[in-house]
């Protein structure tokens, strides 16, 4: 989703500057191997496990919940984490435990919540839809709902108790192998993403 909304326009843009290089621009949503599928650049969003890349921060995002007006007036808006078990929730299928969510209350520790989910998805855009549409809260990376909540169409919750931001960042195997092509785009995208992906959240 990050690539569709804001990497695929930034490689359009680059191009335009640089009619001499040819992109290849592949959107995954899997942790891939650099090195063997033979990759120059990716972005990453979270913490590194891999600490033989060599990486750049552009941004942060942070995981928040969010529900819909409409659901919000049907149903009231949830004030604590422990609000969530009187909520239907829109879970992901691919997370470790889509049952359960986890807040931090300063200074406490992390919460972990059991949300009733009435519909299990595997796709984000899935899940802001259906929020959108009042089946109920979902749970998502702040980027991909900016232009909802810039819009009303969602409504942020539980701000307070979000854990802490998550970075994002764009990874390569070695500053001393890049051609200049690679370079010439890395720096092209660390400066503009900022600006595309993160001025609104």
């Not at 063997?36 to 969003?45: G, K, P």
């Not at 009187?86 to 435990?97: E, K, L, M, S, Y």
């Amino acid at each position: 989703m990050f690539g569709s909304r804001h990497i695929a326009p930034l490689a359009q843009e680059f191009l335009e500057f640089h009619p001499d290089i040819t992109l290849h621009l592949a959107l995954e949503d899997r942790l891939v191997d650099l090195i063997d599928e033979r990759i120059d650049i990716a972005l990453r969003i979270g913490h590194l496990a891999d600490s033989s890349l060599v990486a750049r921060r552009v941004g942060d995002v942070r995981r928040i919940a969010v529900a819909s007006p409409d659901y919000l007036r049907r149903h009231g808006r949830p004030r604590t984490p422990g609000d969530l078990a009187r909520h239907h929730a829109v879970t992901f299928v691919n997370q470790a435990n889509p049952a359960a969510w986890t807040f931090q209350r300063k200074p406490h520790g992390p919460i972990k919540v059991r949300v009733a989910s009435r519909i299990e998805v595997n796709r984000a855009e899935a899940a802001i839809r259906l929020a959108r549409d009042g089946m109920g809260l979902t749970r998502v990376l702040s980027y991909q709902v900016a232009r909802e909540l810039a819009e009303g169409s969602l409504v942020r919750l539980l701000r307070s108790y979000e854990l802490a931001p998550l970075p994002v960042q764009l990874v390569y195997p070695s500053a001393r192998l890049l051609a200049p092509r690679v370079r010439a785009f890395l720096d092209f995208a660390a400066a503009r993403i900022p600006q595309m992906a993160f001025n609104r959240l």
